[in-house]
């Protein structure tokens, strides 16, 4: 397992004492196995920006597929193009189990750490394969598709082009590589956007806080995203420019000294046009997404696009 600097994933990199078993990390195996745990640590992220939640796994999705955050549930979507193998990890020394889903280059894109040890026993039913094997030469679903008892039938997967897509389109255009070829050209999205000031980020948090507003998150890690929506409980920022927000279930954490721009960008959704802030750091990739996700009522959506309405845009 190659190690990911930097990466945030705690006792994933280095040398421990420990085992790892790879799995399989197709389709709908892997949804499978996700679900089969009932209390699990989940991270997803990088350097700049993270989410972690605790709770059982949603059926998790691909790029193309419907989306969905549900209170209660981890809501994971994955680009199973970039998610090359997953493996069940034990720590011989703390005796913890945690499966990572690591992407083409090696790196850990997610990690689910198992809480009870019943989820740690249950692990030993996940399906292995042979190395070799992996999620991004498979991720097409063959002739007779798999059924598994609550896994809706996979379909090829269709994604449609961004530049006049709905908001899921933005986000699986992100999810394809960080959004990275989409910003080099965007001139070419045909819905309102504009870049507006960094540190208006914890103040957009800390208002919502306040007011009591709810609101989703999405947190980008390669090939994987994972979302979050609710009130946001508790907001903090430390004098390095961390901020921390408590959202429902999840704790979501930014670093602000690497988002290097900051884009309002509002695209069609359940109700309407819905405007989405989107945390670009210096290599110009989208690490988070501050929106509305599905139907959160229409009081709550006006509410949350007069706020982005007022938002600054860049000083010149």
Same mark, same amino acid.
């Given at each position: 397992?190659?190690?990911?600097?930097?990466?945030?994933?705690?006792?994933?990199?280095?040398?421990?004492?420990?085992? /790892?078993? $790879?799995?399989?990390?197709?389709?709908?195996?892997?949804?499978?196995?996700?679900? $089969?745990?009932?209390?699990v640590q989940a991270v997803t992220g990088g350097p700049v920006a993270r989410i972690d939640q605790a709770g059982s796994y949603a059926v998790p999705s691909l790029r193309g597929e419907a989306f969905a955050v549900r209170p209660g549930s981890i809501a994971l979507r994955i680009d199973a193009a970039g998610v090359d193998t997953a493996v069940v990890a034990?720590?011989?020394?703390?005796?913890?189990?945690? $499966?990572?889903?690591?992407?083409?280059e090696g790196r850990t894109v997610h990690q689910g750490r $198992?809480?009870?040890?019943?989820?740690?026993?249950?692990?030993?039913? /996940?399906?292995?394969?042979?190395?070799?094997?992996?999620?991004?030469?498979?991720?097409?679903?063959?002739?007779?598709?798999?059924?598994?008892?609550? &896994?809706?039938?996979?379909?090829?997967?269709h994604v449609p082009a961004w530049e006049d897509g709905d908001q899921l389109a933005q986000l699986d255009a992100v999810?394809?590589?960080?959004?990275?070829?989409?910003? *080099? &050209?965007?001139?070419?999205?045909r819905g309102e956007h504009r870049p507006i000031e960094v540190?208006? &980020?914890? /103040?957009?948090?800390?208002?919502?806080?306040?007011?009591?507003?709810?609101?989703?998150v999405a947190v980008f890690a390669p090939a994987a995203m994972q979302a979050c929506g609710g009130r946001v409980h508790v907001t903090d920022r430390t004098v390095g420019g961390r901020v921390f927000a408590a959202i429902a279930e999840s704790s979501v954490e930014i670093d602000l000294a690497g988002v290097r721009a900051c884009h309002l960008v509002r695209s069609t959704a359940a109700h309407?046009?819905?405007?989405?802030?989107?945390?670009?750091?210096?290599?110009?990739?989208?690490?988070?997404?501050?929106?509305?996700?599905?139907?959160?009522?229409?009081?709550?959506?006006?509410?949350? *696009?007069?706020l982005a309405a007022s938002l600054p845009g860049i000083s010149t």
């Open positions: 397992m190659a190690e990911h600097h930097g990466c945030g994933f705690e006792g994933c990199c280095g040398r421990r004492n420990g085992t /790892a078993r $790879l799995i399989d990390a197709r389709m709908p195996e892997l949804a499978r196995c996700l679900t $089969l745990f009932q209390y034990r720590d011989d020394d703390t005796g913890s189990v945690a $499966l990572r889903l690591l992407d083409t $198992l809480l009870s040890e019943g989820d740690r026993l249950l692990a030993g039913l /996940a399906g292995t394969v042979e190395a070799g094997s992996s999620a991004a030469r498979t991720h097409m679903v063959p002739d007779g598709p798999l059924m598994v008892p609550g &896994v809706p039938e996979r379909v090829r997967e999810l394809a590589d960080g959004g990275a070829a989409r910003r *080099e &050209v965007f001139h070419r999205y540190d208006v &980020v914890p /103040a957009v948090l800390d208002h919502v806080c306040s007011v009591g507003l709810p609101i989703g309407g046009p819905t405007s989405a802030l989107e945390l670009d750091d210096e290599d110009g990739r989208c690490v988070a997404v501050v929106t509305q996700f599905g139907m959160v009522g229409e009081d709550v959506h006006a509410a949350w *696009e007069h």
